[in-house]
DNA sequence: CGCACAATTGATCACGATCAAAACCAGTGG
DNA sequence: CCACTGGTTTTGATCGTGATCAATTGTGCG
């Protein structure tokens, strides 16, 4: 299911010329686009992990999601990004232009698959983060958030988290310190391993899933 | 921009005869549509107000958006609604059959509004609620909330809130004592008037929301 | 090395959750 | 009209948790 890019392409309408880059590059911390920039095409991350940004009106940083390997992303609103896209690791993608998107959604047997291929990781990325942040607790928080990401990443036991605990902070709308603390809970748990300050190891998905729930 | 239901049907081309209701009728409190319920159509709200709802694993009871006049919703996830839509007040709104929507994208000369004409609500609601929540401080929450609903209501100023406070807290993550004291500080402040427990007035929107942004 | 930033640890404090109870309101039926 | 019921709102008291302030350590990088 979902947006497969190139592969669909038909052969007798080419596209034009540069709405498809293969295996485009982008350094961790740099962004894929900014929020309000004008959107002329769409993202599909093939290796990484993007993280979603936004300012509130005081200029408070705040990360509204994480999108990772497979996930499509940049879908206009208004004809502009609703956020800012920025490298969490290195990362490489491809990109659509957007007419071409909507030109296939015309031509499609399946738009409803195309349609949420598409927008599904947005609106997905919401969602997620409207329910973990519902939660009270902050261990039932981070551990809800631990279990999800476990599950939009490959490995799923024995895995690294990809970012640092200052993007987890502000993804769930709780402070640093919080963040480390109950990772230390975490740790002497056994449930994950801190190996090197920025290298997190979860080792027991299973306990943490059972934080989650309180 | 949006959706149009039926002013745009392709006169050579008829619906099917009950692809679209006019003005059915739920009363406060019935279900649109339950999550987990094969999506067949979606619903265009004409008139109220309509609340997504969704249980958490242990049953805890989560309002995760709001809808109101205009919006459509239903679009469904897998198959399937991703929430139980409830009204809060009485609604009136009328249906389209999700085989003709895919029809209509197909046709159209402007697959973007369609979509988001569709989805936008949804994706919206879900996006409103993880900034929300996301603000510290229970009367910069509750502030935040008001202006939102405010801008979604037709009048402006003077509205009448049409949610119970209890869904409010539900909403915003809150206990419904500490939605209370908020807006008893709120009435004490003159920026809402309380006149019949149920019907809380916003009075000065203004004053709201430089409480909002803290 | 030294610089900048992330992570860590500790101490204090405010805010919101929680528990408990009363007041208020709407709807129903006698 | 009144009594009864159920749900929402209101108020009060206490308690726990996470924010905040402050300072140190750790890490990656020029």
Redesign the interface.
């Known amino acids: 299911m979902g947006l497969e890019l190139a592969e669909n392409v038909i052969p007798f309408r080419p596209e034009p010329a540069d709405s498809r880059i293969l295996s485009t590059h982008v350094p961790f911390g740099h962004a894929l686009f900014w929020e309000g920039e004008e959107a002329r095409q769409l993202f599909k991350i093939e290796a990484g992990v993007v993280r979603g940004v ?1 300012f ?3 200029g408070e940083r ?1 990360v ?1 999601g994480f999108f990772f390997a497979g996930d499509v992303i940049g879908l ?2 208004g004809g502009q990004y ?1 956020y800012t896209a920025e490298a969490v690791t290195d990362v490489r993608y491809s990109t659509k232009a ?1 007419d071409c998107w ?1 030109e296939e ?2 031509r499609t047997a399946h ?2 698959e195309t ?2 291929g598409a ?2 990781p ?2 997905e990325a ?2 997620m ?3 973990l ?2 939660q ?1 607790g902050a261990l039932a928080r981070i551990s809800a958030f631990l279990a999800y990401v476990c599950g939009q990443l490959d490995e799923r036991e024995d895995a690294i988290l990809p970012m640092p605990q200052t993007d987890i902070a502000a993804y769930l ?1 709780l402070t640093p310190e919080t963040v480390c603390r109950a990772f230390r809970t975490l740790k002497e748990t056994g449930a994950v391993r801190i190996e090197k300050h920025d290298r997190i190891r979860i080792v027991d998905l299973a306990r943490i899933t059972s934080l989650a ?2």
Do not use: C, K, M, W
């Open positions: 936004n509130s009106a005081e705040q509204t206009p609103s609703r957007v909507t959604l015309r738009p409803d349609v949420f927008i599904g947005e609106l919401s969602y983060r409207s329910l942040i519902g009270q709308s729930t309180h």
